[in-house]
């Protein structure tokens, strides 16, 4: 019945037009059309991950089959969408040594992971620098240019200085051209990235007004979208409001770090909006129950200023609670996990922009040493992996009943040009003897 009562609600959106589903050509690429993300002409919902690691460890061919395992593990509980790191800038097993150099045995290892996101149906956003040291980040490309000269005083000159920003582009250009070497498919050209992001997490605390953040991706942007027209392309933000909608900020943590979320999304070659939620560390003082008063407002401000400001799509691109957070319980961990999927399959079941979540971060058995208290193990069978399931099905069912609509409009359409054809040719022809 409830089934039932979902296709009737979703029929009734597509007649009053909420949705459009479209008849074209299915190509394999995510793309954008108003609040929804479009995949082969029908509205696209998927549950997801995080999983920061697997360029790392696929660079060892021995260790690639924890990816495939990861993939495995994560489609059997319908998982669509992974998000994972394009970078290693100048720190142990890089994958660029310094500004243009390059290590192909790092490569390789993004390429199997490419390759293995297309065998099991999963779409990668792909991260391409770190605002913070981890992996190199910001700072990193800041060393590097301070090695040849440059005088810097900041590791937020990263977004301002002409050289520095040149090293990024330089990476953007060689990560979108890359030749895949398993798939033969340049990475510009792989249905099996959905989107690029510019940077994890970009923060600029040394300009509080948000304008070298709003130049730096505006600027970013068009240089993305100068070399890949195909792919989906968003920020990496957090969701910190600023400037541009001072009535929000007081919905922020007591965080000021120089992003803002509409501002930021507003921006031409911006295909989505993201947003972050950890109430655990935003709020580690407070209760469980203040958390998720937090998190429901959060929650809701965003996807109401999603599909009412920005008017594009929404993903939670980063969610969790960690394990480490002091009386921790899974009860509390999958009730953040229901919070959070709750909003958006009412969501997406009204033909509104929220179109999915991706918990932080999915591991195997046996990658204890990659833990950070976040880590969810999908063969363990936990009470959270069951939260992640169902939520998986629910959204799975949208996509079906989309999918037979457009059978249904594909159908109507042949039918009206046979009905077409008939009248042409009957017309003229004498009537009776």
């Known amino acids: 019945m409830k089934h039932l009562a979902l296709a009737l609600l979703l029929a009734i959106l ?81 994958l660029q040594y310094s500004p243009g150099s390059y290590n192909e045995q790092m490569f390789k290892g993004l390429d199997f992971v490419i390759s293995e996101a297309r065998k099991y149906g999963i779409k990668l956003i792909l991260s391409l620098v770190n605002n913070y040291e981890s992996f190199g980040g910001k700072k990193q ?34 990560v979108l051209n890359r030749y895949n070497s398993f798939t033969g498919i340049h990475y510009k050209d792989d249905s099996a990235i959905m989107a690029w992001e510019l940077m994890n997490e970009p923060r600029c605390t040394s300009d509080p007004s948000g304008r070298t953040i709003q130049a730096w991706i505006t600027e970013m942007a068009s240089y993305v979208k100068s070399v890949d027209r195909n792919h989906l392309l968003e920020a990496g933000l957090e969701g910190f409001y600023g400037q541009s909608t001072p009535q929000r900020k007081g919905l922020n943590p007591a965080i000021n770090i120089g992003a803002d979320f509409v501002a930021n999304n507003r921006i031409p070659g911006i295909d989505f909006a993201t947003a972050h939620c950890y109430p655990d560390q935003w709020f580690s003082s407070s209760n469980d129950q203040a958390q998720l008063s937090f998190l429901n407002n959060w929650l809701n401000a965003h996807i109401l200023d999603a599909q009412y400001t920005l008017r594009k799509p929404i993903l939670f691109t980063e969610f969790g609670k960690s394990s480490k957070d002091p009386g921790f319980s899974s009860y509390q961990r999958d009730l953040l996990f229901s919070t959070v999927y ?42 959270t992996a069951n939260v992640i399931a169902q939520q998986s099905h629910k959204l799975y069912l949208i ?28 017309r003229g022809k004498p009537i009776g003897n």
């Not at 021995?62 to 990816?67: D, N």
């Not at 005083?153 to 250009?173: A, L, Q």
Request: charged share 20%; proline share 3%; glycine share 10%.
């Open 141 to 174: 490309y800041v060393n590097w240019a301070r090695s040849q000269g440059q005088y810097l005083t900041s590791d937020d000159d990263f977004f301002r200085s002409p050289v520095v920003k040149g090293y990024y582009k330089n990476h953007i250009k060689t």
């Open 399 to 426: 996509r079906k009943i989309f999918a037979r609509m457009r059978n249904i409009q594909r159908w109507k359409k042949a039918r009206g040009i046979r009905r077409g054809q008939r009248l042409r040719r009957n």
């Open 342 to 383: 709750y909003k958006i399959y009412s969501s997406a079941k009204r033909g509104g922009p929220a179109a999915g979540a991706l918990f932080w971060q999915l591991l195997t058995e046996g990658m204890n040493s990659f833990g950070d208290g976040y880590e969810i193990v999908l063969s363990q069978g936990s009470s």
């Open 14 to 94: 597509i007649h009053q037009q909420c949705f459009n589903v479209f008849v074209e050509a299915g190509d394999g690429f995510i793309r954008t059309r108003g609040v929804h993300f479009m995949l082969n002409g029908s509205p696209y919902y998927a549950n997801g991950f995080n999983a920061y690691w697997l360029m790392y460890v696929a660079s060892d061919p021995s260790q690639r089959y924890k990816v495939s395992t990861a993939f495995r593990e994560a489609t059997s509980h319908g998982l669509t969408v992974a998000r994972t790191w394009a970078f290693s800038d100048g720190v142990y097993r890089p």
